[in-house]
């Protein structure tokens, strides 16, 4: 039996990854149970390596450092190559005020966390261990506890007891604060749906039928009236009166009665239409069975060539007589303008003769064999600049240290830069889904596991026996008092809609299981939306504040 001894209660590399093994299997059958609707998913891994480190079961502190910093590099850098290009435009319209209420959220966060530091007494360590709970914000404990380790030479395990104390209330606590805002304000959500619906607060590609009536356009090109128009939209194709389709190209002339099919933001729609002439009656299918000669296809950019080209660099129009109407990006349409640059795994809606849709075929690649390819010279390219950017010394004026962005901040703004501008450079960042997702888990399991087996032991001690449940009162106010104060202002003041205003909550503490209560509430995907508007720039935001959290606390 001294087998089993030695594989549970041992130092050998079979009892590290037997422990690992262990903490991530039953964490992770954990996290599929629900209560009330309600779960904490893969944190679970980080409660049950705490107790099987109260019980005795430690893993070198060497080796777990190394898997834990190691499972926060692979976790932040997967989630930097997600967001990275929706990361700036963000900022772009009305997503900039919904970044500013985000933003609010996480600094009154902050300040509260360091005043109730303050007037506690509680030690700086355990308090932004709180803060990362309260606001279930994982790569910011990670971040936290490697700014603590760089500034004081040591590791302090009450980082990671003061994340597991806070974090269960801390999802409660946010659902709790939204469902909160909706009886103080009295809101009804169909009324909250037809304001939308009368007011659109985000831009959606739209696909309408438009016939030409305005005579100052007869006889121009699609180029002059889009320019005259001042508008930005796409002439899919034209039916002329003598019910002749074409596929409509820059210079196609415009004549009396042409009815044309239109992609442009859903937006643009009304002064299109005032410009043009008045909509019509006509779906996408209708065109379809208007002409047989013509067809619709799919069509995934997968040559390298490919990479960083714009639509209109490709000259696809003149050079393959096809119009591109449609560009899908991550599940997100995107209008095909001239300037628009194309990465590998966009996938072109492409319209055209059979013939001609088969070579711009051949031309994109459209092979998805390609695309199942991993391409892992741009994903340890990536590491290896985030961890060098990461530990270059940043001098703050006032501050008794000079600030790193460290293993966290690093790679997810190195992350972020490369999956936005990699393509200038024909550096291929595509990776399907679900490798990116496997990536992610991988590494947070991995980083939860170390995490919490390295905190185990004494953790009984300290939460019960050393006052350590009173964190728990501090974790509640840090996660419900910055969303009430905001939710209420936000409401009021920018009259924000809530179903707007719920996504922006739950983006702003990055926190999945409330977006998918906001959602479920909604019945429809406008929280998803503001949501993936304020996801990136507050876990950029989320890592960065721990850090200064700790640095200004010591």
Known sequence: MEWITSLFFGSSIAHTVFTLAIAIAIGIALGKIKIAGISLGITWIL???????????????????????FGLILFVYSVGMQVGPSFFSSFKQGGMRLVGIASAIVIIGVLTAYIIHLVTGTPISTMVGVLSGAVTNTPGLGAAQQAYTDA?????????????????????????????????????????REALESGSEAKHAAKISIELTNANLFGRTVVETRGLINRSFVVSRICRANGQIEIANAST???????????????????????????????????????????????IITQPHINGKT??????????????TRVNRSGVDLIPEHNLELQIGDRLTVVGSEMAIDAVAKALGNS????????????????????????????????PQAV??????????????????????????????????????????????????????????TVVYQGGYVWVLYGVIITMLPILLVGIFARKVFKLNYLTLMGVIAGSMTNPPALAYSNATASNDVPAVSYATVYPFMMFLRVLTAQLFVLLGL
């Not at 390819?373 to 600049?385: C, D, Q, T």
């Open 47 to 69: 409660f049950v390596g705490i107790a099987l480190g109260s019980f005795g079961m430690q893993i070198d502190p060497t080796i777990v450092a190394f898997v834990k910093e």
């Open 368 to 399: 998805m064999r390609r695309l199942r390819e991993p391409n892992l010279i741009s994903i340890f390219l990536g590491i290896f600049l985030g961890i060098f950017v990461g530990s270059i010394p940043i001098v703050i004026p006032g501050m």
């Open 404 to 461: 790193k962005l460290g293993l966290a901040g690093g790679p997810l703004i190195v992350a972020i830069l490369v999956s936005r501008f990699g393509a200038h450079y024909h550096l291929v960042t595509y990776t399907t889904m679900s490798a990116n997702l496997m990536l992610r888990e991988v590494g947070i399991s991995l980083f939860l596991a170390a995490a919490g087996i390295s905190a185990g032991e004494g953790f009984i001690d």
């Open 311 to 324: 639509i209109g660099e490709l000259r696809l129009r003149s050079n393959y007589a096809v119009n591109v």
């Open 152 to 192: 004081t030479g040591v590791n302090d395990p009450s980082i990671a007891m003061g994340y597991a104390v806070a974090y269960p209330l801390g999802v409660v606590g946010i659902i709790v604060s939204i469902a909160l805002l909706r009886a103080i304000f009295r809101i009804k959500l169909d009324k909250e």
């Open 253 to 299: 002339i415009l004549e009396e009665n042409d009815k044309m099919l239109i992609i442009c933001a859903q937006d643009d729609v009304e002064a299109i239409e005032m410009m043009l002439g008045h909509q019509i009656d006509m779906q996408h299918s209708d065109w379809i069975n208007l002409d047989q000669q013509f067809i619709s296809r799919r069509i």
